[in-house]
């Protein structure tokens, strides 16, 4: 527990010391909220109804932006080696990591989500529900985007392929983020039943996601 | 013959040799019958001559779903197993998948045209079909992108196997969600609702596809075996072309 726990705290400090990776994710996710007044046009009613997807898309591409750095730099430096050496199991090792890196990379993203829902013109009930269902959802994406930073770590440049391969795999968690969301705004629909298919989404690939990418580390690194 | 006597690639190449021919005209002769009897078929009372379509993409559309199935199980034979032809036939069946659930997208289209009036809907089969198609695209990407074939083996294994959560979904997107696609009508609880001329030819189509998978999976698997000894003499006469190579392979030999 505490081996899992010291990579816990090493992981976050490393993401908010060097490069402030971290900050790094909320910054594109900034730039992509803006960059969407400048395709869709300033009509801030059509921003407003289309605000919750526009948050998620950001959302989701940031937290695909910061995956890459989940497993490369310790592959590159060698201490990937060590935690899969280690006497820890490697699947909770991966869970740990995720973890880690969920909360310096994915949490910062639902921080800011109210300022960017300023910029969009939600009012503050629609910012909330869409910050709630990215809180159930962003620890989805990163835990089934673990599975592809796991396979592209274990072959030369990666990279590219790593979103081929997790943006299939993060359709269904989009597209009951944003239908939750838009529930949210919009009364008659029913927010509780996509938001709890988002949170059995999320538990599923707890289960899933470390399983997956421990066995695909497991047999990549020898 | 038994499984294990399969493990042997030479072994398989002398089987598959002596059976591809049988298979290959089984499928000949079924495709053919399927394909008179679907053109012999009535017109729909209210699809007209259109309903044929059905032949063509129902049957790519459950192939779509069971080849990768297929390739799950193969999955699990290289990851549990350690199988030895389990990596070529998943490495085989990826593109001839990929194919299949291809054409039951544009069947789909050019049916979803005159009955629907629109060639595409963001509807819940036809886009969870079109996920099944970038997963079968992004497989095959990784099944080139890793350059020794047992370590890519093992990747798209656990790839495959976490892609398979996706085919129940598919396959009850009709049911959970009532969108434009009409739902399952042949094996459902309480008997086919296809009327018996239109579900006899559809059978005769569905056994045809199956088989002619069977005989692409063979064929494909054979030129994977095959290239894959090509591979390993290439490296070994690239090892015997070094200098000092000699050594090197004494020394690894004991």
């Given at each position: 527990m505490t081996a899992l726990a010291a990579l816990i705290r090493r992981d976050i400090r490393i993401a908010l010391r060097i490069g402030g990776g971290a900050l790094i994710g909320v910054l594109f996710f900034l730039a992509v909220v803006v960059l969407m007044p400048f395709a869709l046009g300033p009509d801030l009613a059509l921003l407003a109804r289309l605000g919750p997807a526009i948050l998620w898309l950001g959302a989701l591409l940031a937290s695909l932006l910061t995956l890459d750095r989940l497993f490369t730099a310790d592959h590159d430096d060698g201490s990937l080696d060590l935690i899969a050496m280690s006497r820890t199991p490697l699947e909770l090792a991966c869970a740990a990591k995720a973890l880690a890196h969920w909360l310096a990379a994915g949490l910062p993203l639902i921080v800011a989500t109210p300022a960017l829902g300023l910029l969009l013109n939600l009012d503050a009930r629609a910012t909330g529900a869409v910050a709630l269902t990215l809180l159930a959802g962003t620890p989805a994406l990163t835990f089934t985007g673990m599975i592809g930073a796991a396979l592209a770590v274990t072959?030369?440049?990666?990279g590219l392929l790593l979103a081929v391969l997790v943006l299939p795999l993060s359709i269904p968690v989009l597209i009951f983020g944003v239908a939750a969301s838009q529930a949210a705004i919009t009364e008659?629909?029913?927010?509780?039943a996509p938001f709890s298919i988002l949170c059995a989404l999320s538990l599923v690939s707890f289960v899933v996601g470390p399983l997956a990418a421990g066995a695909s580390l497991r047999h990549g690194l020898d | 013959m038994t499984l294990i006597d399969l493990a042997n690639p030479s072994k398989f190449l002398t089987l598959t040799a002596r059976m591809l021919p049988w298979l290959a005209g089984a499928t000949a002769i079924l495709l053919a019958l399927g394909l008179y009897q679907s053109a012999m078929a009535p017109d729909d009372?209210?699809?007209?001559?259109?309903?044929?379509?059905m032949f063509i993409h129902v049957p790519n559309a459950w192939l779509s779903m069971f080849v990768w199935s297929v390739m799950s199980v193969a999955a699990l034979g290289t990851l549990v197993?350690?199988?030895?032809?389990a990596d070529v036939a998943a490495k085989a069946a990826a593109p001839i998948g990929a194919v299949f659930t291809f054409l039951a997208l544009v069947t789909g289209s050019l049916w979803g045209r005159?009955?629907?009036?629109?060639?595409?809907?963001?509807?819940a089969r036809m886009t969870s079909v079109l996920i099944l198609f970038l997963m079968y695209l992004g497989l095959i990407a990784l099944w080139r992108a890793v350059e020794d074939p047992s370590r890519a083996a093992r990747a798209a294994a656990v790839l495959t196997l976490v892609g398979a959560i996706n085919i129940p979904i598919i396959k009850f997107s009709v049911d959970w969600w009532n969108t434009l696609h009409q739902p399952?009508?042949?094996?459902?609880?309480?008997?086919?609702?296809?009327?018996s001329a239109f579900l006899v030819p559809l059978l005769v189509m569905a056994v045809a596809f199956s088989l002619l998978f069977v005989t692409l999976l063979m064929a494909a698997m054979r030129n994977e075996i095959l290239r894959r000894r090509v591979r390993g003499l290439q490296m070994l006469q690239a090892s015997q072309s070094l200098p000092g190579a000699a050594e090197l392979r004494e020394s690894a030999a004991t």
């Open positions: 072959m030369h440049r990666g008659p629909l029913a927010f509780g | 009372y209210q699809q007209g001559a259109t309903v044929k379509i197993w350690r199988h030895p032809l005159p009955m629907w009036g629109t060639y595409w809907e963001w509807d399952a009508s042949v094996l459902r609880l309480g008997g086919s609702a296809l009327d």
